[in-house]
């Protein structure tokens, strides 16, 4: 069985970086298509970006591209999201989620991933 380990999380000013870690366990992590959400409070959970194992294709929202980055050690079993020039509106609640393949979607959604993380808090103030 899969498991999904964030960590990283915390509270900072606009314009600040975070790095969140996922530790992946239980498994073949090179089989494993791994993705980030995030969930502000009220609203519904929204993808984030995702990375295959190899090659190492990512895919990022318009809002978080050419600030986020996907980091994938296929050594250490980890995938880190650095993220930079963090604004207020990035302010949520960051799931890690892995599905096994290649998922490809124009669109992807909570529905297509089986396995989560216990999610990690980022609070980003003005």
């Known amino acids: 069985q899969v498991q999904l380990i964030e960590s990283g999380g915390g509270s900072v000013q606009a314009g600040s970086s975070l790095t969140l870690s996922c530790a992946f366990s239980?498994?073949?992590?090179?089989?494993?298509?791994m993705a980030w959400f995030r969930q502000a409070p009220g609203k519904e959970r929204e993808f984030v970006a995702r990375?295959?194992?190899?090659?190492?294709?990512?895919y990022y929202i318009d809002s978080v591209k050419g600030r986020f980055t996907l980091i994938r050690d296929n050594a250490k079993n980890t995938v880190d999201l650095q993220m930079d020039n963090l604004q207020a509106e990035d302010t949520a609640v960051y799931y890690c989620?892995?599905?096994?393949?290649?998922?490809?979607?124009?669109?992807?959604?909570?529905?297509?991933?089986?396995?989560w993380g216990q999610g990690t808090q980022v609070t980003v103030s003005r």
């Open positions: 239980g498994r073949s992590f090179n089989k494993y298509t």
């Open positions: 990375i295959f194992w190899s090659p190492t294709s990512t």
């Open positions: 989620t892995a599905e096994e393949g290649t998922l490809y979607s124009e669109h992807y959604n909570p529905t297509q991933f089986d396995n």
